[in-house]
């Protein structure tokens, strides 16, 4: 049996806000596998945090850049050792010439900055990972950097004339995306850009779960289908509750109020969310330049 050291049910408490009792024989019966042991509480309703996933201790920041034109943006997670030095002034602006350089070339090579701020900080400094934006048709790219630059979003949102990117209405409701998006860590923009594989994990969890032993086949069923629309409205952007409106609104029904000030349909294309320390494997940055 693997060793069920206090650390690890301390991190499992994290990872889901379930007793002690609960993680510790849920890490007894997955043989100390963190990730199934979150499924097992999950099933048995102790799990509070559901969407919680397994994180490493990484200090750094995420830095964003969004060229002129708003047609072009990056949003870059780079990695270092120490608070001190993520604090750092040459820290930082190796991060801002990073998220620059990746907007004009993605194929940049950044290694020797990278380097040089190395032996100046005499810390490992790594680029874990990026996302670039280039926009095709009417629309822009937006960012948003959360205090403290621990959380980035970067957004593109497309209009149907190319007058209503001009339009403060619209400024303001892409705006109001990127922070919705830092706020509520949604996992897509509406319901056919989710992963089949998490849905079915959810159906999974919701099927095997405690609420639906001992049910008649009927209630199981309604049981099951409600949890799996509870899973969407709370991973879909669009059907989301709206936070600056204290969810009285679904982010949908925001953009549609918006559309008719416009006279103009909106469409919220992709969307990327960095939280710094998401586990991220590999040495060399990993990203996108769609």
Same mark, same amino acid.
């Given at each position: 049996m693997a060793d069920i050291t206090p650390a690890l049910i301390a991190k499992l408490r994290e990872m889901t806000n @379930?007793?002690?009792?609960?993680?510790?024989? %849920? =890490? *007894?019966?997955?043989? #100390?596998? =963190?990730? @199934?042991?979150?499924?097992?509480?999950?099933?048995?309703?102790?799990?509070?945090?559901?969407?919680? &996933? $397994?994180?490493?201790?990484?200090? #750094?920041? /995420? @830095? *964003?850049? /969004?060229a002129p034109g708003a047609r072009t943006g990056v949003l870059v997670e780079v990695n270092c050792e120490t608070d001190f030095v993520a604090k750092n002034e040459?820290?930082? &602006?190796?991060? #801002?010439? &990073?998220?620059?350089?990746?907007?004009?070339?993605? %194929?940049?090579? =950044?290694?020797? &900055?990278?380097?040089? =701020?190395?032996?100046?900080?005499?810390?490992?400094?790594? $680029?874990?990972?990026? *996302?670039?934006?280039?926009?095709?048709?009417? #629309?822009?790219?937006a960012a948003y950097i959360h205090t403290g630059a621990k959380i980035g979003v970067l957004v593109e949102v497309g209009a149907g004339k190319a007058e209503t990117l001009e339009r403060?209405?619209?400024? *303001?409701?892409v705006r109001d995306l990127t922070l919705q998006i830092a706020a509520a860590n949604p996992l897509a923009v509406s319901r056919p850009q989710v992963d089949p594989a998490v849905v079915a994990k959810e159906r999974d969890i919701a099927t095997n779960s405690d609420l639906v032993k001992n049910k008649p086949p009927k209630a199981v069923e309604r049981i099951i289908e409600g949890k799996i629309e509870k899973f969407y409205q709370t991973a879909c952007l669009l059907e989301q509750g709206f936070v600056k409106k204290s969810s009285e609104v679904t982010v949908r029904e925001h953009v549609a109020s918006v559309e008719k000030q416009l006279t103009d349909e909106v469409t919220v294309r992709r969307f990327v969310r960095f939280q710094l320390g998401e586990s991220f494997s590999g040495e060399a940055a990993s990203g996108s330049a769609a």
């Open positions: @379930a007793g002690v009792m609960d993680c510790k024989r %849920a =890490l *007894q019966e997955t043989s #100390g596998n =963190l990730e @199934a042991a979150v499924d097992v509480l999950r099933k048995r309703g102790r799990a509070t945090a559901a969407k919680k &996933a $397994l994180r490493e201790a990484r200090e #750094g920041m /995420i @830095a *964003q850049h /969004i040459e820290f930082r &602006a190796f991060c #801002g010439l &990073a998220a620059r350089t990746l907007a004009s070339d993605p %194929a940049a090579d =950044l290694e020797p &900055a990278r380097v040089e =701020l190395v032996a100046k900080t005499r810390e490992n400094v790594r $680029l874990a990972r990026y *996302q670039r934006f280039e926009v095709s048709g009417n #629309g822009v790219v403060d209405e619209f400024r *303001q409701l």
